[in-house]
């Protein structure tokens, strides 16, 4: 028998990070949440979340915005260390980016991945922060796979590919954006929360409004 694990990580993603498992309980409750972060040994005044829309829109928060709810986005990127910064999801996918001095957490939908929330990170992390591609390490996190994320025909036009037996693979989509953007350093964890329902929360499974979180610190 395999032993749940209270969160999980990978391994050659270089900067402390994680996404909490079922074991953690919902994390989109403050009290659950602050108690785990406790846990941890991280301080939830310290955490910036996104209230999470299916938008594109990536914002840059500080500081000023520790312990706090940014409205209107799905993405959040600093490069103030004193913050982490977190993202929810229940089969949505929840990616964590950094070059080691700017991090963001991103979550990462059907809807939003259609509207570039993935090239629209990357442009900020050229553009405003001045990194260079090829020092970013991305974590794509659990979320529905090809194995279980049923779409419809229309779904071939959105994302201009071939649906194999109606199974939309967001992992792979992701992957290819990013190589196209000149990032090599792609973690994948390789866990369907939909599935491997006994680990994770899945919208699909039954429309559960409970959330693991993935953090970078
Ligand atoms: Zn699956």
Redesign the pocket.
């Known amino acids: 028998m395999k032993i749940m694990e209270e969160f999980i990580f990978h391994q050659n993603f270089n900067y402390k990070h994680f996404t909490s498992t079922i074991l953690s309980g919902n994390l989109k409750d403050k009290i659950t949440r602050d108690n785990f972060l406790i846990s941890q040994g991280l301080r939830p005044s310290d955490l910036v979340l996104a209230n999470q829309v299916h938008s594109a829109n990536i914002k840059i928060v500080g500081n000023i915005d520790s312990g706090n709810f940014i409205d209107n986005c799905d993405g959040l990127i600093t490069n103030d260390k004193s913050i982490m910064l977190g993202v929810f999801t229940a089969d949505c996918m929840p990616l964590l980016i950094t070059n080691g001095t700017i991090k963001a957490a991103i979550h990462a939908g059907w809807k939003g991945i259609y509207l570039g929330i993935v090239e629209n990170t990357i442009e900020v992390f050229k553009n405003k922060f001045s990194v260079h591609v090829k020092d970013i390490e991305v974590y794509i996190g659990p979320h529905?796979?090809?194995?279980?994320?049923e779409v419809g025909k229309n779904f071939e036009d959105l994302f201009n590919l071939k649906l194999q037996d109606n199974k939309l693979d967001l992992s792979r989509i992701v992957f290819n954006k990013l190589k196209n953007l000149g990032v090599v350093n792609i973690f994948d964890v390789n866990k369907?929360?939909?599935?491997?329902g006994s680990y994770f929360f899945s919208y699909r499974q039954n429309k559960t409004s409970e959330r693991m979180l993935s953090l970078i610190v």
């Open positions: 529905i796979r090809s194995c279980c994320y369907c929360t939909f599935c491997q």
